[in-house]
């Protein structure tokens, strides 16, 4: 059996922390969503948050996205909730929707890098076939 370096093992940390720096930036650079990325994500946030908010009508059906919506559906949930606003869902979302877009990138972020950790704890803790 191989034994796993030192070097191997600070890479499992190494780039994961390199992402997240890219990733950071990258929010922080660009301060708007709409302005960022033609990608949609008003349209899937809307449709997050309709979720959030009980109506199960979809307003994007062109892509597979339907796992996206409910983990964005959870993360608007908590993002309405830690803020503590007393205004409606999705009154607050209509006022502020960065807020929610920006919690979303991030949630996103951090899932990201715990699977990839997890990944590579599997790849270096995995005997080789």
């Avoid at 650079?29 to 990608?39: G, H, N, P, Q, Y």
Wanted: charged share 10%; hydrophobic share 50%.
């Amino acid at each position: 059996m191989q034994q796993v370096t030192l070097f191997k093992k600070s890479l499992l940390f190494l780039i994961p922390f390199i992402l997240f720096l890219a990733l950071t930036y990258n929010v922080k650079e660009a301060k708007l969503a709409s302005i960022r990325t033609v990608d949609p994500e008003y349209i899937h946030l809307i449709s997050s948050v309709n979720l959030a908010s009980g109506q199960y009508r979809l307003l994007s059906i062109e892509s597979p996205a339907t796992s996206l919506y409910i983990y964005g559906a959870m993360v608007v949930k908590i993002t309405h909730w830690l803020t503590g606003n007393n205004a409606n869902l999705m009154d607050d979302f209509l006022l502020n929707p960065e807020k929610y877009i920006l919690s979303f990138r991030i949630s996103l972020i951090f899932a990201t890098l715990l699977s990839l950790l997890c990944l590579g704890f599997l790849s270096i803790n995995t005997p080789a076939i």
